[in-house]
């Protein structure tokens, strides 16, 4: 009878091994298949974060791409129909001043001739004399501060676009003066490379307009000092002429600021 109970108590430690064993089966096989599900997991999370990534990357490429393609010909265009309003401005105003010269005075009434003098011919009027050209009003340093502007092969100009369409304005008509084949805009400001007789003309054109007294004083305000800050950066060439390649291109900055505060002098002490 106690050899019967030793079989049934191997055989119930045998089923429960058994089972023991089963179970680390089944326990490894969930932490498998956990194992896959987080892999799965981590990899779908990732595919999704680099798509997005690689989705705005070529949509802020597309967005400035789109951008270069439409603000620069719009930059471009602004600029030429500145120039086309400045030139017809400039043509409405020789036509008025011709128009004016046009209507001569009207002759005065001849004096009453005594009947014997009737058939003796009336005495021709004095022809009325021409006006004088005016004389140039440019002293010797403009006209040396122009040669150098002449002599520089392109300039970049850096300045708000309120700035460009001013100088296009009034340089615009100028005959020696060239609307430049790319205007780039940079946030509110503009790079223009324009060349010497550009230049050229909008130094005459700007003395022009600086010297006028019919102009308004802010216009002349702006003429007088955009005329004198080229025309200075012009002169520094010209005291120091340099050709080759081997140098910075020249550039025009129109964009004054304020000191640093730690560069400014220290205030007066009482």
């Known amino acids: 009878m106690a050899f019967g109970n030793g079989d049934l108590l191997r055989q119930i430690s045998n089923q429960l091994g058994q089972v023991l064993t089963d179970l680390a089966a089944v326990k490894q ?22 798509g997005l990534t690689e989705n705005r990357a070529v949509i802020r490429d597309g967005l400035t791409r789109a951008n270069e393609t ?9 600029s030429e129909l500145v120039a086309i309003r400045g030139g017809i401005g400039q043509l409405d105003n020789q036509i008025r001043t011709a128009a004016a010269q046009s209507v001569q005075r ?8 005594p009947v014997e003098d009737q058939a003796s011919p009336s005495p021709e ?12 009003q440019l ?26 369409e001013f100088l296009v304005k009034h340089a615009g008509p100028d005959r020696h003066f060239h609307v430049p084949g790319e205007v780039q805009d940079a946030v509110g400001t503009v790079l223009a490379k324009i060349s010497g007789p550009s230049l050229v003309a909008v130094l ?44 910075e291109p020249v550039k025009i900055v129109i964009d004054d600021r304020l000191k640093p505060e730690d560069d400014q002098p220290p205030a007066d002490e009482d």
Do not use: C, M, Y
């Open 70 to 78: 439409i603000s620069d010909p719009l930059t471009q265009i602004g």
């Open 125 to 136: 009027p004095d022809p009325v004399p021409e006006p004088e050209p005016e004389k140039s």
């Open 106 to 113: 009207p002759a005065p009434e001849p004096e009453p001739v």
């Open 204 to 247: 005459t054109s700007l003395g022009s307009v600086k010297d006028d007294p019919a102009a308004d004083p802010g216009t002349r305000a702006i003429a007088h000092h955009l005329h004198e800050r080229i025309g200075n950066i012009v002169n520094e060439i010209a005291a120091a002429p340099h050709s080759g390649g081997d140098v």
């Open 139 to 164: 002293t010797d340093d403009d006209l040396k501060t122009l040669r150098a502007a002449a002599g520089i092969s392109a300039a970049t100009l850096h300045a708000h676009r309120d700035t460009w």
């Open 29 to 50: 096989q969930l932490a498998d298949q956990q194992h896959a599900i987080d892999q799965i997991r981590f990899d779908t999370t990732a595919a999704i974060n680099t």
